[in-house]
């Protein structure tokens, strides 16, 4: 039985070599589109991540600034990134107690005023604003 050799467009017969490197090219076709893909899942992991470790980040940066503040001559709360009027007395979690007069009582009973910009954040810490930037300060 006579078979007609294989061709390919504009060649000549398929010879064993040709036929190899068409193989070899689909074959590596196939291994690029893996790579891609692969690539692509790496991609999607790393972003997805990075996006939670940014939240995470943002979240721990509110709750730095939860706390009571004077500012203006009025004593303000914030949480969750939002400021609002102080309307009632504060516990922080050492024990400190924040007043909506600007009362400071130190879980040892000392007492202080709060000072235009002065701030006690929920774990009790003394903080000021100078220069633009949250200082901690000694009670």
Known sequence: MFQPPLRTEGSGPLTLSGLMVLLGN?????????KTVKSAIALSVITAFSAASLMAGDMKEDMMHDGAMMKNGK??????????????TMTMSDGTKVMKDGKVMMKDGKTMM???GEMVMMDGKM????D???????P
């Not at 004593?75 to 009632?88: E, F």
């Not at 633009?132 to 000694?138: A, L, V």
Request: aromatic content about 0%.
């Open 132 to 138: 633009g930037k949250m200082m901690e300060m000694q």
């Open 127 to 130: 903080m000021m604003m100078k």
């Open 26 to 34: 689909k074959t590596h076709r196939k291994n690029m589109k893996m």
């Open 114 to 116: 709060l000072k235009d």
């Open 75 to 88: 004593m303000m709360m914030m949480k969750d990134g939002k400021t609002m009027a102080m309307k009632h």
